[in-house]
């Protein structure tokens, strides 16, 4: 019961801190109102009490409230459309992998990140065929670096020391220059 | 006559080979997008988005238009045949389209989506395009208080028409309008939550937000879902037929045909009714009013023709406001404003004035009437190849998605801050999926918070501080005060159900179950 009303507390508690600290931070800005005059806070601290009181209407529905508002059993027809979640965990493993992906890009280059990527994604989408992960991985790899490089005219990350050389290796097998 | 022969121009524009080109890849895939759950129009529109950045604007937003139109069309076949609703607005085909196709087998009711798709669409498209210079020439009479208060408008409707909680609404539009203020303020110059993070003082592009929100974050849900789409035909059970009605049958339900196309349209112009909403009301008012109501649900055609003609009759009510008032209504137009703004074009009524950029709205315009037609004659081929998307494995086409949107975000300015900011967005989008939170509010507010906020601001200067005058003049006080019952419709209905609920729980749970 405690856990399940926390729960629905949550997001509300989180809006409202952040209300909070986006209003103080607005008092910091370079210029502020003044009586009679407004200033480039006046906007945002509007929003950000708007938020607040909203925030704390959440929170008194989400204490005294109907507990079935928040957690309705979709009908039929849109558990087709939007089954329920059954797999928390894929969605932090595909979040950090993504994660490490962006942070990696600019060192490794466009072609290794995303070939290690693109393994990482199949694999945590549900692939087990392990022979044809990295040759999927590889083909989607070129496929994304020939429209991004030859269709749409982007400049992909080359990554450093030995990852660049492997970028312009690829690079000039695909007719890039 | 002046738009009649900016149309005929309009014509010849999107008859050049590129531009039609451009239009039937838009149409193509537009349907390959909305038959698989979990991608569906509006992601079809963020994918397509990098490939428009090096084109020319008229082909961009041809495709893009394109993409949206046969995007409401496509997913009737999926619905219809193996009960794979593509899209929230091909829910109500269900109840009819795969009853009949059941009993009579699915081309007669592929047949009928057909013709509603080809109707609504004309129809809407007529009608749109003929409001398009009188609403031109009511903007370009617009004041900033006027701006201000039509801003005010969209966005309340967005929250009064976002989900079962308009709590949960606002504080979504809150955040969209925290996220517009991001950067230097435009009027004073000043830096606004920028943390010392230099990126931060551009402002977060809208494209992250988008493409993080509608992209990233519907991915993460679907691999929270495990990546599994229900009743998904095996490789041999993949035949498409379509049989067309006869004018008897179409004459028959003239009503509904007639009640779903203005309906359809005159939602479309509403921001926030999207192809989901109108699709739901058209069925909604068949089921009350129409003259066959008893017989919904059975597989009657009434119960195809108006949610589909609902569906794609919206499109061309959304794309109007956002070319004659730079207003987008969906999270599609949004997309499509996005792409007018990174071609360096600002939609609004100074688009038609200006004889330079008015040749560009014409095309498009047009552009809606062949793309309804050609849907529906590209779509009885197309669609015969194009289900068997079904049959690809959804873990190859998650991570194909994941690409589009991270390297597509890095094409708009080679800046690896933008691709953080999808990331960020992405999870910020899957948080709002899981806690039910709505993602148009907080999309259409950090769009149209700068608008706002510039035109408010401008007001208080003009008006030397009081901010009283958007509501003391004529047209922007109508339009705040449309907001106020827009705004307290929703939220009285809900004190309402919590007071319901506090001192007679039986009655409440009663209409629960009613509804």
């Known amino acids: ?177 | 006559m002046d738009v009649l022969h900016g149309l005929a121009l309009g014509f010849a524009h999107v008859f050049e080979p590129y531009d039609m080109l451009m239009l039937v890849v838009g149409i193509m895939t537009g349907m390959l997008v909305s038959i698989m759950p979990g991608l569906g129009f509006v992601m079809g529109v963020i994918l397509a988005l990098p490939f428009t950045y090096k084109m020319q604007i008229e082909p961009a937003i041809i495709l893009l238009t394109a993409i949206y139109f046969s995007g409401t069309y496509g997913g009737c076949f999926t619905t219809i045949l193996y009960r794979i609703p593509g899209e929230p607005n091909d829910v109500p085909l269900l109840w009819d389209g795969y009853t009949m196709g059941k009993r009579e087998g699915p081309a007669k009711p592929l047949g009928w989506a057909l013709v509603a798709a080809l109707i609504g669409g004309l129809v809407s498209s007529t009608m749109m395009v003929a409001l398009t210079k009188p609403l031109t020439d009511v903007a370009l009479g617009f004041n900033s208080e006027d701006y201000f208060a039509a801003i005010v408008l969209g966005l309340t409707t967005v929250v009064a028409l976002a989900g079962h909680s308009p709590t949960k609404a606002i504080i979504s539009l809150c955040l969209g309008l925290l996220v517009a203020c991001i950067g230097v303020d435009s009027i004073f110059g000043v830096s606004r939550f920028t943390f010392g993070v230099p990126i931060l003082g551009d402002g977060v592009q809208l494209v992250a937000v988008l493409v993080g929100m509608y992209g990233l974050g519907e991915v993460f849900k679907r691999l929270g879902q495990g990546l599994t789409i229900q009743n998904v035909p095996g490789a041999g059970a993949v035949k498409v037929q379509t049989s067309f009605p006869r004018w008897r049958e179409i004459w028959k339900i003239r009503g509904t045909i007639l009640r779903s196309s203005a309906i359809g349209t005159f939602l479309g112009v509403v921001p926030g009714a999207g192809a989901t909403i109108t699709s739901f009301i058209c069925y909604g008012v068949e089921k009350q009013y129409g003259r066959d109501r008893a017989k919904l649900g059975t597989g009657h055609p009434s119960g195809i023709v108006a949610p589909q003609i609902g569906s794609t009759a919206s499109v061309a009510g959304h794309l109007i406001p956002m070319l004659t008032l730079g207003i987008p209504g969906s999270a599609a137009t949004a997309v499509i404003l996005a792409a007018f703004l990174l071609h360096g074009v600002q939609p609004g009524p100074m688009l038609l004035a200006n004889p330079a950029s008015r040749i560009t709205v014409y095309t498009i315009l047009a552009s809606m009437f062949v793309s309804v037609i050609g849907m529906c004659l590209i779509g009885y081929f197309w669609i015969r190849v194009v289900v068997r998307v079904l049959l690809v494995p959804q873990y190859l086409l998650n991570t194909i998605v994941v690409m589009f949107c991270l390297v597509g975000a890095y094409a708009d300015r080679n800046s690896m801050s933008d691709v953080w900011m999808i990331l960020i967005f992405g999870l910020i989008g899957y948080l709002f999926e899981k806690y039910k939170f709505p993602l148009a509010p907080m999309v259409l507010g950090a769009i149209l918070g700068p608008i706002g906020e510039n035109n408010f601001m401008r007001s208080m200067i003009v008006h030397h501080d009081d901010w009283t005058a958007p509501f003391t003049q004529p047209l922007s006080g109508a339009l705040l005060a449309i907001s106020a019952v827009a705004f307290i419709v929703p939220v009285s209905r809900a004190v309402q159900h919590w007071l319901q609920w506090r001192f007679r729980p039986e009655a409440a749970a009663e209409r629960g179950t009613g509804s």
Do not use: N
């Open chain 1, 1 to 177: 019961m405690v856990v399940t009303v926390l729960k629905r507390l949550t997001p509300y508690l989180v809006t409202l801190a952040l209300a909070g600290f986006l209003y103080m931070r607005a008092d910091q800005f370079g210029i502020v109102s003044l009586p009679g005059r407004p200033g480039p806070d006046l906007w945002p601290k509007l929003i950000c009490v708007l938020l607040a009181v909203t925030s704390l209407v959440g929170i008194i529905g989400a204490l005294f409230g109907p507990a079935q508002v928040d957690t309705a059993v979709a009908d039929a027809d849109e558990a087709l459309l939007s089954p329920p979640e059954t797999h928390p965990h894929l969605v932090w493993f595909g979040m950090g992998a993504t994660g490490v992906y962006i942070a990696a890009l600019p060192w490794l280059g466009f072609f290794v990140a995303t070939e290690l990527f693109a393994m990482a994604l199949l694999v945590i989408g549900g692939m087990r065929r392990w022979i044809l992960v990295p040759l999927i991985a590889l083909g989607l790899t070129s496929a994304f670096t020939i429209i991004f490089m030859k269709v749409v005219y982007v400049s992909l990350p080359l990554g450093v020391a030995w990852f660049k050389l492997i970028s312009l290796a690829v690079f000039r097998l695909i007719g890039v220059h």
